[in-house]
């Protein structure tokens, strides 16, 4: 695969979540992601890896045992020819193993040393466990979403685990491979889903400053508070989303939707008018099945798309057209993002499986014949396959 990171070599250590989609984004756009797994991930056949294990698409797999006297020197070889590692335990498991940021960066001083994790390195609740929900509660974001008279609402962990964590793994690690290949010198990036998240959050702090957020859910512009950006029950119960900000786009939604000159949503945006104006939308919207609201607001400057399922996204035709989509491995699923001109990625291979690549891995990394022989034997790497014996011949 090609694409704007072909030649950038990253080296993956086993873990679920944002890290594995962190080292997607570089694989998607070209990197080559070595991924270590488990020995005990290895399946006794021959055989390609779960199609539907998409965030391991675009990669390579090893499997080396981190515990046997050897696993943690092997990847440490692997380390050294390497741009960058990328790591989601817990603080200080990697160290324990031999295989933590000063171990890594004396095999390879210009080493970018990514680690992902929930509340990060250090600070009072840095070995604590924890999931998406729980830091982007101590963010605030949670606190700001959902219905004015109810709890907070769960989001899908896109804003902590992705957003907030793993899309920022990937920014930082490509910075500290840029500052590594101008001056040689690695650093570790300690990303922290808290962190992050609190980054996205920037404009709300900057709305509150300015008087202009108010800490109550669906009291904001944003939040679902203002009739003009909101989603709405239409007469066939499916949803369209409406968000005209700007004064002109919503004339034009107003307009279109047939609303007159004397109806209470054509008076001044403000706040003390939202409740009357939110109830008057929400009226006129469930008037017309969604189809309908597609047909006279779709593709014009109302601010305007219907909610779609997962289901559905990949058929929407603005998606179909710029192939948003893509039907790898069998498993239809997001294309990688964002496009390039003169350096475009084509589309990713499947996932592979666990250990699949291990023997070509350990040759690129300058291992002999006779030294991979005797990792498999010993069991400190394992490859996919009937036995470990069986596989021997090959070295």
């Keep these: 695969m090609t694409g704007p990171l072909h030649g950038l070599r ?60 050897r696993g943690a020197a092997t990847v440490l070889r692997l380390a050294a020819g390497s741009d960058a590692l990328l790591e989601g335990f817990r603080p200080g ?36 466990a924890g999931h998406d929900i729980n830091y982007i509660a101590v963010t605030g974001v949670l606190d700001a979403i959902g219905t004015a008279d109810g709890p907070p609402v769960v989001p ?36 922290a889903i808290v962190d992050g998240v609190a980054v996205l959050s920037t404009m709300v702090h900057a709305l509150r400053a300015d008087g202009r957020w108010v800490d109550r859910r669906a009291a904001n512009p944003l939040d679902g508070g203002a009739p003009h950006y909101g989603v709405y029950r239409c007469a066939d119960d499916r949803y ?47 008037s017309r099945p969604s189809a309908e ?19 559905e996204a990949p058929h929407h035709p603005q998606l179909r057209a710029r192939g ?14 964002p496009r390039f001109s003169g350096t475009p990625s084509g589309l990713p291979q499947p996932p592979p499986a666990p250990g699949q690549h291990g023997a070509e891995i350990l040759r690129e990394a300058g291992f002999g014949a006779a030294e991979i022989g005797d990792l498999i034997r ?4 394992r490859l996919p396959g009937e036995s470990q014996g069986a596989r021997l011949g090959a070295f």
């Design 93 to 128: 498991v990697l160290e324990r193993l031999g295989l933590g940021p000063e171990q890594c960066m004396a095999a390879n001083p210009g080493l970018a040393y990514g680690r992902m994790t929930g509340w990060g390195q250090d600070g009072p609740l840095a070995a604590a």
């Design 378 to 381: 010993t069991g400190a790497v």
């Design 156 to 191: 899908l962990n896109l804003l902590g685990d992705f957003g907030g964590g793993g899309v920022f793994l990937a920014f930082g690690v490509l910075a500290a491979v840029w500052r590594a290949q101008r001056s040689g010198h690695g650093q570790v990036v300690d990303t």
């Design 240 to 286: 369209v989303s409406i968000g005209p900000i700007e004064d002109r786009f919503y004339v034009e939604l107003l307009d279109r939707m047939g609303v007159g000159p004397d109806d209470v949503l054509r008076q001044p945006r403000d706040r003390a008018a939202w409740p009357a104006q939110r109830a008057r939308m929400a009226q006129l919207v469930a």
């Design 293 to 311: 609201w597609v047909a006279v607001l779709g593709g014009t400057d109302a601010c305007f798309a219907p909610v779609v399922s997962l289901a």
């Design 10 to 69: 990253i080296l993956e250590i086993g873990a679920i979540g944002p890290a594995p989609f962190a080292a997607m984004l570089l694989a998607d756009l070209g990197a080559d992601v070595v991924r270590v797994d488990r020995p005990g991930d290895v399946a006794g056949q021959d055989a390609g890896g779960r199609p539907t294990d998409l965030l391991n698409r675009g990669k390579r797999s090893i499997a080396v045992d981190l515990k046997h006297p």
């Design 324 to 337: 948003t989509f893509a039907e790898i491995g069998g498993v239809v699923q997001p294309a990688p993002a």
